[in-house]
């Protein structure tokens, strides 16, 4: 039985033949269906130079997804912070937090969400893209909220205008850092799935009670894909697969329709790639997912669930969290 929160991870997905404002447009509805279902929050992750993804300026949707919702929290999985002078950061989340009190979630990452040379033209110099450098501008950021900035600078809003700080991450770097700041932390199940363990472990055995949290408290982003049969499910689940395997080509591409991916010449190779995105996750009819959520969770030990699905069609995504969280609630 699951009796965590369970939250949403979009990145508001532009289909083929679709416009990046129906993306946008097909996110908001999503964020308005998943908060009267009951979900906890709703994150949106920033990429940049990706033809499938529209959600490359997080604080810009998420203050018209706040403004779309009322009770759930609304956030941000993540800001990539190698990108943006954290100055910036704390004066567009102190201004959410300011316009949105109580409701607004900073999930700060250290890789940049795109390649390097995106990330050069985003910063517009190298200097800040080393990942060695991203403790000391997170540490900047969290000061421009406490006050605690040695130099100068007061981000207004930002001082005293405090949104919920959390680190995201993919690999043990990033687990070990939120433990030692006592900070909250996401792990990226979704396409980590072989880290996610010892990840935790390591925030766990790290953790430092801080004036943020007296415990460590753990989420667990995972695929989810619920339909009325597993088939079903797998058919939906597939343009995400192709996107993904598109992307690590170095080709990407608009989230195919259920078709187009299902008629996509794959290669062994491919299908291998594809069978392993798969694993772990919780794809298929509300059975098959609930008992996948369960064993994560059991395992995992996580204090929250961050489902993410990368669908076609905005009413196949609906539907998928609606079936997955009646599935949850009513076993």
């Known amino acids: 039985m699951i009796d965590v929160p369970l939250s949403v991870l979009d990145v508001a997905p532009v289909a083929a033949g679709a416009s990046s404002g129906d993306a946008l447009r097909a996110t908001t509805d999503l964020a308005r269906a998943v908060e009267r279902m009951g979900y906890h929050r709703f994150w949106v992750a920033e990429h940049h130079n990706m033809p499938a993804i529209a959600s490359s300026a997080p604080a810009v949707l998420i203050a018209h997804l706040a403004a779309a919702t009322s009770t759930m929290r609304i956030g941000s999985g993540g800001v990539m912070l190698p990108n943006h002078a954290p100055l910036v950061v704390a004066e567009q989340f102190g201004t959410l937090a300011a316009l949105h009190p109580g409701r607004i979630d900073l999930g700060i990452g250290r890789a940049p969400g795109t390649d390097q040379a995106t990330a050069l033209a985003l910063r517009r110099t190298v200097e800040g893209l080393s990942a060695e450098q991203f403790p000391q501008e997170l540490a900047e950021l969290i000061n421009m909220f406490t006050g605690e900035q040695p130099r100068r600078i007061v981000a ?8 919920v700080v959390w680190l ?9 850092l939120a433990g030692i700041l006592g900070l909250p932390f996401s792990f990226a199940h979704h396409f980590s799935a072989a880290n996610t363990l010892p990840a935790l472990a390591l925030y766990r055995e790290s953790f430092r009670p801080s004036r943020w949290l007296e415990e460590p408290y753990a989420m667990v982003a995972v695929a989810t894909v619920c339909a009325d049969t597993d088939e079903r499910a797998r058919w939906l689940a597939r343009p995400s697969a192709l ?34 995105r798969w694993e772990g996750q919780a794809i298929g009819s509300p059975a098959t997912v609930r008992r996948a959520l369960e064993e994560l969770q059991a395992k995992t030990r996580a204090d929250e669930l961050m489902l993410t699905a990368l669908v076609y069609d905005v009413e196949d995504r609906v539907r998928s969290f609606e079936l997955a969280k009646k599935a949850i609630t009513e076993s």
């Open 156 to 163: 207004t809003p930002g001082l005293g205008e405090s949104p």
């Open 168 to 176: 995201l991450g993919s690999s043990g770097f990033s687990a070990q």
């Open 243 to 276: 996107s993904f395997l598109r992307l690590r080509q170095g080709r990407p591409e608009a989230l195919a329709t259920p078709e187009e991916a299902a008629a996509y010449p794959y290669t062994d190779v491919e299908r291998e790639f594809m069978a392993e």
